[in-house]
């Protein structure tokens, strides 16, 4: 089983941070696992055209089949000017309907204020469910202040809830791989 965490920011560390302590976190749940960080900032992630993807340059190619290929998902963003990011959405828009069937699709945004706590659920969650991606109920906001000097999540409650969706992400994908 292949878990991939995609970072839907160019720019810090704190959401790649976010989504890397998730497939830690399911690692150590199954260590049998695959996990792989896809870090948008590493890519040159093209603008959707509306054309086929192999017509896109080879970073597109690759991070689109990185995600397609993936037995299950978790998707971070920070959160700016209360929406997700632009990177995460334009990739998002490469993803064909219903690429997402029988995937479980998680979630993890990181913001600077407690305000932007419920964004994902009004702006990602349709986006993965559209794609027919199965969400879990939980999803994970890190705080900027949940963050260290050495940029590391040292809040304790952060962290048990990184590992609840962890648990449930791998709960859920089991669960529909038995079918």
């Known amino acids: 089983m292949k878990l991939v965490g995609v970072s839907g920011s160019l720019i810090g ?6 989504v890397f302590e998730v497939l830690n976190a399911a690692k150590k ?9 896809v870090d948008l900032k590493d ?3 093209e603008f959707v055209r509306g054309i086929p993807l192999p017509s896109y340059n080879g970073d597109t190619v690759t991070v689109v089949n ?7 998902l978790v ?3 920070p959160i700016y000017q209360a929406s997700i990011s632009g990177a ?9 309907t219903d690429s997402f069937t029988s995937k479980v699709t998680a979630i993890v945004s990181t913001g600077g204020s407690d305000k932007h706590f419920l964004v994902a659920e009004y702006h990602l969650k349709p986006i993965l469910t559209f794609l027919k991606g199965v969400v879990p109920n939980g999803s994970v906001f890190v705080h900027n202040a949940a ?3 050495d940029n590391e999540i040292s809040d304790p409650d952060v962290l048990s809830r990184i590992l609840s969706l962890s648990e449930e992400m791998l ?5 529909i791989s038995s079918r």
Request: charged fraction near 25%; charge should be negative; hydrophobic fraction near 40%.
């Open 13 to 18: 560390s704190k959401t790649s941070k976010s």
């Open 29 to 37: 749940i199954n260590p049998a696992i695959e996990t792989e960080l």
């Open 43 to 45: 890519y040159d992630v």
């Open 66 to 72: 990185k995600i397609l290929t993936a037995d299950l």
């Open 75 to 77: 998707f971070g963003t």
């Open 88 to 96: 995460l959405k334009n990739l998002l828009d490469h993803i064909p």
């Open 147 to 149: 963050f260290n000097e």
């Open 171 to 175: 709960f859920m994908q089991k669960s």
